[in-house]
Antibody, heavy 122, light 107 residues
Framework: QVQLVQSGAEVKKPGASMKVSCKAS????????MHWLRQAPGQGHEWMGI????????SYAQKFQGRVTMTRDTSTSTVYVELSSLRSDDTAVYYC???????????????WGQGTLVTVSS | EIVMTQSPATLSVSPGERATLSCRAS??????LAWYQQKPGQAPRLLIY???TRATGIPARFSGSGSGTEFSLTISSLQSEDFAVYYC?????????FGQGTKVEIK
């Protein structure tokens, strides 16, 4: 069965960086796009960007340009999101979610990681 | 970016009753519209994609309809496990955007 397992909760100080991992299993890793989203406490879902696990190409939401980096390791079927220059309003649950296939591109988020709480506090 | 607007913000329904949730897009998203259910402390679960196709394992009491900019999710007979927050999402254009959610609560 398809599973996305994320790394554990983190506490960071303002100005620091965070890096969250998402290990995929149960399907062909390189065949589906992976997205990263976040949900601040009591808020809606905010799309951060997308990575093609096959070639590693990325596209980021304009809001995060210059602060976010998404990478993947095909040997372990893991994707990563790194966010730098953290602020208190980056406190949120960060999710990876599987999107459309590489051939179709557009697709719903059919499988999600369990979420990783990142708290930014001095 | 496409703005998704859901209504109402909260829907109070008795078990066994029908619930209809609405979602409007600021411009056409074709049929690339999905619905998710989220319970406290859990990740969202895909219910409906392509406007009206139920995801694997989703009961038939959940149905979706609409096109272009106006969409709806209907739960025909609410069960206790259906009380949750529901989100619509368009995946027609990047960035892929979500509505702010409709909370379905017990009346």
């Amino acid at each position: 069965q398809v599973q996305l397992v994320q790394s554990g909760a983190e506490v960071k100080k303002p100005g620091a960086s965070m890096k969250v991992s998402c290990k995929a299993s149960g399907y062909t890793f390189s065949s589906y796009y992976m997205h990263w989203l976040r949900q601040a406490p009591g808020q809606g879902h905010e799309w951060m960007g997308i990575i093609n696990p096959s070639g590693g190409s990325t596209s980021y939401a304009q809001k995060f340009q210059g602060r976010v980096t998404m990478t993947r390791d095909t040997s372990t079927s893991t994707v990563y999101v790194e966010l730098s220059s953290l602020r208190s309003d980056d406190t949120a649950v960060y999710y990876c979610a599987r999107g459309g296939s590489i051939t179709l591109v557009r697709g719903p988020f059919d499988y999600w990681g369990q979420g990783t709480l990142v708290t930014v506090s001095s | 970016e496409i703005v998704m607007t859901q209504s109402p913000a909260t829907l109070s329904v008795s078990p066994g009753e029908r619930a209809t949730l609405s979602c409007r897009a600021s411009r056409s998203v074709s049929s690339n519209l999905a619905w998710y259910q989220q319970k406290p402390g859990q990740a969202p679960r895909l219910l409906i994609y392509g406007t009206s196709t139920r995801a694997t394992g989703i009961p038939a009491r959940f149905s979706g309809s609409g096109s272009g900019t106006e969409f709806s999710l209907t739960i025909s007979s609410l069960q206790s496990e259906d009380f949750a927050v529901y989100y619509c999402q368009q995946y027609n254009n990047w960035p892929e955007t979500f509505g702010q959610g409709t909370k379905v609560e017990i009346k």
